[in-house]
């Protein structure tokens, strides 16, 4: 039987999606242009990524602290 693919959700959805961008640009995949307003986007998407992670791994040490 053939295997599903898991449909990935959150944050690995977002990691996947910015890689494909990233792609895009360091390899000139399919020469897609990459417009400005993408790049902005990618930008925000990785500030709000950055932003989800540093707040959960500040809430994990907080949870540590004695």
Same mark, same amino acid.
């Given at each position: 039987? *053939?295997?599903?693919?898991?449909?990935?959700? !959150?944050?690995?959805?977002?990691?996947?999606?910015?890689?494909?961008?990233?792609?895009?640009?360091a390899?000139?995949? !399919?020469?897609?242009?990459?417009t400005?307003?993408?790049?902005?986007? +990618?930008?925000?998407?990785?500030?709000?990524?950055?932003?989800?992670?540093?707040?959960?791994?500040?809430?994990?040490? +907080?949870?540590?602290? *004695?």
């Open positions: 039987a *053939p295997k599903k693919k898991r449909r990935r959700v !959150g944050y690995l959805n977002v990691i996947d999606e910015l890689l494909k961008k990233r792609n895009r640009i390899h000139g995949e !399919g020469f897609d242009v990459v400005a307003n993408e790049l902005k986007e +990618a930008t925000e998407q990785i500030k709000k990524l950055c932003d989800g992670l540093l707040g959960k791994l500040t809430d994990k040490l +907080a949870e540590m602290k *004695p």
